[in-house]
């Protein structure tokens, strides 16, 4: 036990005194929910838009008024045909157009109907599909308040359930909290285990009096406590400065992230027992484990709007649960009820993974 | 008194016989060098020898311990350093001794008296607080031979201990072998270097899993009627390199 302790302090000196090892381990959460929160956004404002409106009656003037007063709109102006429009989006000044059909609110008055067509620049699909959302409802809003009476109309309205200002970082949070987990436990740990088979001090270790199992877990434990620190860091952080909240209980949550740093810990100590060079276990981390964390989890892409095939595949994608479970706990603020059947596939496949880098680890000893 | 004893000691994985019916001695306080080309077994042989494989069929024991039944027994009474010296760069030299003497259970006080006696031997009490980065090759090698030996093994294994290193480090380097034999601790050594080889008190020949030769360098040049170690390692090992 006493020689396990030394391992652990020295596992901790190879930490503290690298400092490319320090800034992965506590500068890139932060900048990472810097970057995420700041820069990172799927919510809009301040959208460059124009109007085209040969008539301007009563009608469209207050309509005009309502998108000039939201903030996710900044009126540029008047344009004179629809025909503009296009040389408008080309020069880059406006990425939105409402265009009014001529005698609007006659029509309106007379048919009972009037057209408004919003066009909206595409070359960012995501945005634009949200300024037609927004402008669409700012328009339902008005129709409701002065013609809702006379005009028989159905006004669809759509609300945000759980995350109402649409902030994105609510939903990076916790995604990034599976990011760096995967980064810190599984990455760093196959480097390190790695590092000593590359200077040939694996050798040593496993000529000396300790266990296998010592070894491993020695290497690991740091990086199981560092990346716990880093959990409470994101949390806090998110909280101070993204008002992000935490709605369920907080134990809970915890508990979970130590399920899933147990699960990226046997990712690395797998990777690092099948590769030999540390270039090697960075890459297939990088390819194999950042990756999926990224793309496959439903970090960013929605799961649902994947091709069936791939959906598939984001079943053995481990940061796939731990994301339905700290979404549900962090924004939903639901019980283990609700997510414990995600609990038990995230914990089966943490066993999974142990028993296999626990073997493979033995197997490369003979 | 024999330290090591092997008997027809073989290592198969699957069809390919790594290890082929070995059978060796090796006395207390002896230097035994153990040569072969790359891929002759060398590594196989030790790997068995210092418990870090099981052997296929053939009996074997180290310091009188048995290599199936009693492995933890051995990696206590050996000591073992490579060719790529085994000292952790980042850590300081004394850190280095006490993580090394942590390892295989000195207490702190042994540790601390044995790393004094150590610096002062090397001449080294300067670079106590120094991280093993900043000393020069030859200093970390003579280091890490001493921290192999901290434990105070019974045998110690050096593969290709001199690996890359200048002339006259591995001279001085052969000297602290010497020191460390008439201690009464047996040194099994692998090397490329065939002067090395005309140091040791006896050396074996491996070519294909087998031992071809094995004995003191004078006899065996004599019954090969070879001018040097040299030229018996090329006649025996030249049909494996074809």
Same mark, same amino acid.
């Given at each position: ?31 990472? &929910? ?15 838009? =124009? ?41 880059? &000044? ?10 609007? =609110? ?147 949550? !915890?508990?979970e ?7 990226? &810990? ?43 095939? !791939? ?9 796939k649960w731990f994301l339905i479970i700290?979404?549900d ?7 283990i009820?609700y997510f414990w059947k995600e609990t038990l596939v995230l914990a ?19 | ?242």
């Amino acid at each position: 036990m006493k020689s396990f302790r030394g391992f652990v302090i020295k596992e901790f000196f190879h930490i503290f005194r690298d400092y490319r090892t320090l800034l992965i381990l506590f500068g890139m959460p932060v900048i990472q &929910l810097v970057l995420f929160g700041y820069a990172v956004r799927n919510e809009i404002q301040d959208i460059n838009i =124009a109007f085209v409106d040969s008539t301007n009656d009563h009608v469209t003037r207050q309509i005009k008024e309502r998108i000039r007063a939201s903030s996710y709109f900044n009126v540029i102006g008047q344009l004179p045909s629809e025909r503009d429009i296009r040389e408008a989006f080309q020069r880059g &000044l406006i990425k939105e157009a409402v265009v009014f059909e001529p005698g609007f =609110a006659s029509r309106l008055a007379h048919d009972g109907v009037a057209d408004i067509r919003i066009v909206t620049d595409a070359t960012d699909p995501n945005t634009a599909k949200s300024m037609q959302a927004y402008t669409a409802s700012i328009i339902a809003h008005y129709q409701r308040d002065h013609l809702g009476s006379t005009a028989l109309r159905i006004v669809t309205e759509s609300r945000m359930r759980f995350n109402p200002e649409l902030k994105s970082v609510n939903l990076f949070v916790p995604g990034l909290i599976a990011l760096i987990l995967m980064l810190v436990c599984a990455l760093m740990t196959s480097i390190t285990i790695t590092r000593e088979k590359e200077l040939g001090t694996m050798e040593v270790l496993l000529v000396s009096p300790l266990k296998p199992i010592h070894i491993i877990v020695g290497k690991v434990l740091p990086y199981f406590v560092l990346s716990f620190v880093n959990v409470v860091t994101i949390l806090v952080l998110a909280r101070l400065v993204f008002d992000v909240p935490v709605r369920g209980s907080v134990p809970l949550l !915890l508990a979970e992230c130590l399920l899933f740093i147990l699960c990226a &810990l046997s990712l690395g100590i797998l990777i690092s027992s099948r590769s030999n060079s540390q270039q090697t276990a960075t890459m297939v981390s990088l390819a194999g484990l950042l990756l999926p964390t990224v793309i496959l989890s439903g970090f960013i892409f929605p799961i649902s709007s994947m091709p069936v095939a !791939l959906q598939l595949f984001t079943h053995i994608v481990p940061a796939k649960w731990f994301l339905i479970i700290i979404r549900d706990i962090m924004l939903k603020g639901i019980g283990i009820e609700y997510f414990w059947k995600e609990t038990l596939v995230l914990a089966g496949m943490t066993l999974i993974l142990m028993t296999a880098s626990a073997r493979s680890f033995k197997t490369r000893l003979e | 008194m024999k330290i090591i004893e092997a008997q027809r000691l073989t290592r198969k994985f699957g069809d390919f016989v790594a290890v082929d019916a070995i059978s060796f001695n090796v006395e207390a306080g002896e230097i035994l060098g153990f040569l072969g080309a790359n891929g002759a077994g060398k590594t196989t042989a030790i790997k068995m020898l210092t418990g870090l494989l099981s052997p296929t069929s053939g009996d074997a024991t180290v310091a009188g311990f048995d290599v199936y039944s009693q492995p933890e027994k051995i990696k206590k009474s050996i000591g073992y350093m490579s060719q790529r010296f085994s000292l952790y760069e980042d850590l300081t030299v004394a850190e280095n001794i006490r993580f090394y003497g942590g390892i295989y259970g000195l207490s702190a006080r042994q540790i601390s008296t044995r790393r004094d006696d150590l610096l002062e031997r090397l001449d080294l009490g300067h670079a106590r607080d120094d991280r093993i980065r900043s000393l020069p090759l030859g200093w970390r090698q003579k280091l890490a031979f001493s921290v192999a030996l901290l434990h105070e093994p019974r045998i110690v294994f050096l593969d290709e201990p001199t690996g890359g290193v200048d002339p006259i480090t591995r001279r001085q380097f052969w000297d602290m072998i010497y020191e460390t034999a008439a201690r009464g601790i047996t040194v099994f050594v692998t090397t490329h270097y065939m002067d090395e080889a005309e140091y040791c008190d006896r050396i074996s020949i491996m070519v294909d899993g087998r031992i071809e030769a094995i004995g003191q360098p004078a006899d065996l040049k004599k019954s090969f009627d070879v001018a040097s170690v040299d030229e018996l390692f090329v006649r025996l090992a030249r049909p494996v390199q074809a």
